[in-house]
């Protein structure tokens, strides 16, 4: 089994429910729907682009998918994850839009928020004791020979190349769209997410996702709402 950690909104959210639609896939619920219609592109096509996304869900990466270390239990990841929502500010990122990473179509921020960059990367370092070091396969997965020098690091560090100053925030809608399919992609976003780009989104929970078996569709173990910013600043006073 692995476990990741997610920013995932609420189970009953808009976007959770607007996001798993798309996907075609609920990771809370389970439910699974049928493949959206896209002018420009075939059923299969949309199916296929999809594909990747739905079986991680819906989500934005804080810590990718891991192993437990060895000496570590469950019971002790969920203990450090519910402290770890219980003392952290809740905060938002100011503007969100569709963008593109390569190919790939996300809800991104519309710039590199600092607040946002430090939050992910206390993430991968807090819970960090509790992944276990790559295996080999995992490595070679990677293509390391392929990566820029700090991506390479950061994996043979961190276990993921994209962290710390390379972290982007991103909430994956896509596979890998050819640039000739590109336009009809982000004509069918845009209105379907028009709902919550172009404004902030609340960082206000922290999701435990886990992986049954390799290559398995990710569930939703565990969601935890952050704590309000006022509960912080009248428990420190």
Do not use: C
């Amino acid at each position: 089994m692995r476990y990741a950690l997610y920013f995932s909104p609420a189970a009953d959210h808009p976007l959770t429910k607007i996001a798993s639609r798309w996907l075609g896939r609920d990771a809370f619920t389970g439910e699974a729907f049928a493949t959206p219609d896209v002018a420009g592109l075939s059923v299969e096509e949309v199916h296929a682009l999809t594909a990747d996304p739905r079986r991680y869900a819906f989500h934005a990466t804080l810590k990718a998918p891991f192993e437990l270390a060895d000496g570590k239990t469950e019971a002790e990841l969920i203990e450090a994850f519910e402290q770890f929502a219980a003392t952290t500010e809740a905060f938002e990122i100011p503007n969100l839009i569709v963008g593109q990473l390569g190919r790939f179509f996300a809800l991104v921020p519309d710039r590199v928020y600092p607040e946002l960059q430090d939050y992910a990367a206390r993430i991968v370092e807090d819970f960090e004791p509790f992944r276990a070091p790559l295996s080999d396969a995992d490595i070679a997965r990677r293509k390391p020979e392929t990566l820029s020098p700090q991506h390479r690091d950061n994996l043979m560090r961190w276990g993921y190349p994209h962290v710390m100053d390379e972290f982007r925030f991103h909430m994956t809608l896509s596979g890998q769209v050819p640039p000739e399919q590109a336009p009809a992609m982000r004509a069918a976003l845009e209105p379907r997410f028009a709902e919550f780009i172009n404004r902030p989104l609340s960082i206000n929970g922290i999701a435990l996702f886990v992986e049954p078996a390799r290559g398995a569709d990710f569930i939703a173990h565990r969601w935890l709402p952050l704590k309000p910013a006022s509960e912080i600043r009248k428990t420190a006073s």
